[in-house]
């Protein structure tokens, strides 16, 4: 049997696109969105710029009030680091109860493979943006991992939460989470003579709790009045 692909919807594309800008802070956080201005730049009727809102503001990324407009939405420091505690512990639980061969075999996939499983991911950026090809194989690894761990509803949570910290923390900061994932996974074929490497839970823990201490570090660097010492990771000790 075979299934012939459902026609993509306008609303679907403009909400790609619209997501994007929003990550790139193209539409900055707590900015007002002109649903009128949208639909000229995109050249269609405001209906399909309102349903793509309504998607962006199911996933959280804007916020939609009765009579009072649109506006992209904004995390206050607070919000991101209870937001960094929850994926993190989410996390460790999932590599917990995990076989490390789970991640060799998410490792090994070319990029095109399992892609109609994957949401947008916070590095699927333009050409240009210093998303390398090898580091966005990784993350589309990482995520491969986390959609065959078999949690469904955990995986379901972990996406967007990281969504909602490349929301705040723009595309300079995510770049750089992007390069520590790296370092510490490996990327290109450095990443599958890791991946393969890893063969016991013990270093694939290892290798999580130091790209995770990393990662803190680099959020608590982007946020205004936050010293990286100061809040230390619950779960990534």
């Known amino acids: 049997m075979h299934l012939i692909p459902r026609p993509r919807a306008l609303y679907e594309a403009i909400a790609d696109s619209v997501r994007e800008r929003i ?19 995109y050249g269609v009727s ?36 209870e937001l960094l505690e929850m994926l993190e512990l989410l996390e460790q639980h999932m590599l917990e109860h995990t076989d490390p061969a789970a991640w060799q075999q998410a490792s090994a996939l070319r990029p095109e493979q399992g892609a109609e499983h994957v949401q947008p991911t916070p590095l699927a950026s333009p050409a240009g943006s210093g998303y390398s090809p090898e580091i966005q194989r990784l993350d589309a690894a990482y995520q491969q991992f ?30 750089q989470i992007a390069r520590v994932l790296a370092q ?54």
């Open 146 to 175: 986390l959609l065959h761990h078999g949690n469904r509803h955990a995986t379901e949570i972990i996406l967007k939460l990281r969504e909602k910290l490349r929301l705040a923390l723009g595309p300079e900061h995510t770049l």
């Open 184 to 237: 510490h996974f490996g990327a290109g074929t450095a990443a599958q003579h890791m991946a393969f490497s890893i063969r016991t839970a013990e270093e694939l823990q290892r290798c999580w709790k130091a790209f995770s201490q990393d990662r803190r570090r680099i959020v608590l660097r982007a946020l205004p009045t936050q010293d990286p010492t100061e809040t230390p990771s619950r779960y990534a000790a």
């Open 46 to 81: 405001r209906t399909p710029v309102r349903e793509a809102l309504k998607v962006l503001a199911h996933e959280g990324l804007v916020e939609m009030r009765v009579h009072n407009g649109c506006t992209v939405a904004e995390l206050s420091p607070q919000d991101v680091i």
């Open 23 to 41: 990550f790139a802070h193209d539409l900055e956080p707590g900015s007002n969105i002109d649903e009128v201005a949208l639909a000229q730049g």
